[in-house]
């Protein structure tokens, strides 16, 4: 089983409430990545966790907040939404290393602020 | 700064037609270019990789041409049919290094 699995699959904030987005595999990988995906962007990486250690990119190092309690699980948390957040957000997971390049992305969560 | 763009964002082909679609990155130091592909409410899933040792590779009806010099590639769909309608999004990664970053991708339309 290859699925990498995500909820909410839409989620709808209003601006200045906090949003918990979850990501599930169980493929026993031990790296999760978090990418935003906005229309006609690029996906942009935003933090990800090798086991236990989580890295966060330089320039969303304030806006994201991230939890994994265990293996299989990983969050992404928004404290404060603004309209800016407004984006998929994809989930993936691999191997350390991902030699193959080969990154297992979920369906993505689209959250919309107002 | 965009590290790999690609072009065009959006193309249409008739079927059984080669579609060509372009890719292009700043890093010298990357080394592996995998190419997703992405249909309608999915997640992205690996198509085809090439590193940069090789300058071409094949998986069925989809080749990669790579141009290290010019810092470019190409992904191009042979005999192409309206389930290859999707979005492709090209990526690139230094060696060993399952951090990747996207291109914005393009989404190909296969006409019947």
């Known amino acids: 089983d290859t699925t990498v699995k995500q909820n909410p699959r839409y989620k709808l904030a209003r601006v200045g409430k906090p949003v918990n987005l979850i990501c599930s595999q169980t493929m026993n990988h031990d790296t999760m990545y978090w990418y935003q995906k906005k229309p006609n962007q690029a996906p942009k990486l935003l933090l990800f966790?090798?086991?236990?250690?989580?890295?966060r990119e330089a320039d969303t190092f304030e806006k994201f907040q991230s939890s994994r309690p265990n293996n299989s699980f990983c969050s992404l948390y928004i404290g404060s939404a603004g309209l800016e957040y407004s984006a998929m957000y994809l989930c993936?997971?691999?191997?350390?290393?991902?030699?193959?390049?080969?990154?297992?992305f979920g369906e993505g969560s689209k959250l919309t602020v107002l | 700064q965009q590290q790999v763009r690609q072009s065009p964002q959006s193309l249409t082909v008739w079927e059984g037609e080669t579609a060509i679609l372009n890719c292009s990155y700043e890093?010298?130091?990357?080394?592996?270019f995998p190419w997703y592909q992405q249909f309608p409410g999915e997640g992205p899933a690996l198509l085809i990789a090439i590193r940069s040792v090789s300058d071409k590779k094949e998986d069925g009806g989809f080749t990669i041409f790579f141009n290290k010099r010019e810092k470019n590639l190409s992904l191009h769909i042979k005999d192409s049919q309206p389930g290859d309608s999707a979005t492709y999004f090209c990526?690139?990664?230094?060696?060993?290094?399952?951090?990747?970053?996207f291109g914005q991708g393009t989404k190909l339309s296969i006409k019947p």
């Open positions: 966790y090798y086991d236990k250690i989580l890295n």
């Open positions: 993936a997971s691999s191997p350390w290393g991902a030699k193959t390049g080969q990154l297992y």
């Open positions: 890093n010298s130091a990357f080394d592996y």
């Open positions: 990526a690139a990664s230094e060696s060993n290094w399952g951090k990747l970053i």
